[in-house]
């Protein structure tokens, strides 16, 4: 998720109001500070994770829409479509999508980015989740 979502349990975003998408951090100097820190860490994980969601939407082209099955059914796609990938990933088989993945760390699918709601600004942070996400920042920049 992105700054334009709150802190809520289960969900953290990064800080707002400082530098975060991993384009700003090329060609520039490194994370300063702990809040940058915590930003960039939190940008290369939501790229990955867009990557891996893109690759398999782009694989396996049924959850590009998976049909109105019960929330339950539709996790245990997703979870067979994961299994999959580890299996071709595993037998060391040459597959084109996961291989141009491999090839451009950049590459992000467009199919990771559709039907994704639009994003809205929300001052409401519980406070929790507040300190949850200033711990992991703090861990963070002191292990730099």
């Known amino acids: 998720m992105d700054s334009g979502y709150r802190n809520q349990v289960g969900y953290l975003a990064p800080y707002k109001g400082t530098k975060y998408h991993l384009q700003e951090y090329r060609n520039a100097a490194p994370p300063q500070g702990m809040e940058e820190t915590f930003n960039y860490a939190h940008s290369s994980l939501r790229n990955v994770v867009e990557r891996s969601i893109g690759v398999l939407k ?9 049909p109105c099955y019960a929330p339950q059914k539709q996790s245990e796609i997703i979870q067979a479509a994961c299994a999959l990938h580890n299996f071709v990933r595993n037998s060391g088989l040459r597959d084109r999508h996961f291989g141009r993945c491999d090839r451009d760390e950049n590459f992000v699918p467009h199919l990771a980015f559709e039907d994704q709601p639009e994003t809205e600004e929300v001052e409401d942070e519980p406070d929790s989740m507040n300190v949850f996400r200033d711990s992991i920042a703090l861990a963070l920049f002191n292990r730099n």
């Open 58 to 66: 782009m694989k396996w082209r049924m959850l590009k829409e998976i």
